[in-house]
């Protein structure tokens, strides 16, 4: 069978390859189009094997949250270069898998659409891979809120619980999720609470104080150490950090002063903090 120019053309529209692969499988299909599809995406999986080992840490992170802040979803994308994170086509398959994220639970989208992230490995020429995604769903009441910095760079999830309902729409409620996704952000906190840090880390930090405080007196080294250790829990976890738009203000006192505003009980449920590439 003749391959003619509009066989190859279709083709390439279907599926974004160059000309030279699709006219290759139209050629071993006998211009069977679906079978060609086929032996294209076989070559997409084939493509994205050899690339495997390359490091994909460009890409873009995504979040989305329903109209009733009750579901949320955040998703990592990796490439391997920033051109390719700033093509249109790579920001539309970056949509298109967060408006599918609310479907996948929490780690399990990677293998989901492995497929999807195949073809369009074949496609840019370089690895594509969901590197994470995570799935939330309010359980009491509360509500989900989101934040993407720097177009992408880094990404927050954060649920505040509270005990009414109509604390959810108010927009005090919105703006303090809105701040305190901010915050998450820019402060990239370790830990929710001290009660979160393992007792082996906080030892080890008492232990490099004490090194720091040979030859004082016994009788303030006591106090001398709690006062760095607080200090340090200050440093690394987000109930204790001093708030990103006013540093004397802790976290705690913020959520307790909008918590009276609003004659409510408000707490942070949990957080979570996706910087591209990182951990």
Known sequence: ???TTAMI???RD???LGIADCKKALTQTDGDFDAAIKIL???GAAVAAKRASKEANEGKVEAVVTDDYQQAAMIEVNCET????????FQGFVAELIDDALNHESGTMAEAVSTKVEEKTAQVGEKISVRRNEKWTVEDTGAIASYIHMGGKVGVLLELACDKAESVNSAEFQELAKDLTLHVAAAAPEYLSRDD???EQV?????????????KPENIIDNILVGKVNKYFSQICFLEQGFVKEEKQSITDLIAEKGKALGDSISVKRYVRFQLGGE
């Open 9 to 11: 053309k279709e083709l």
């Open 14 to 16: 279907a599926t974004s």
């Open 1 to 3: 069978m003749s391959i």
């Open 82 to 89: 920033d051109f390719v994170t700033r093509n249109e086509d």
């Open 41 to 43: 995406r076989e070559k």
């Open 203 to 215: 030892e080890g930090e008492k232990e490099i104080f004490r090194k720091q405080l040979e030859g």
């Open 197 to 199: 840090v393992p007792a």
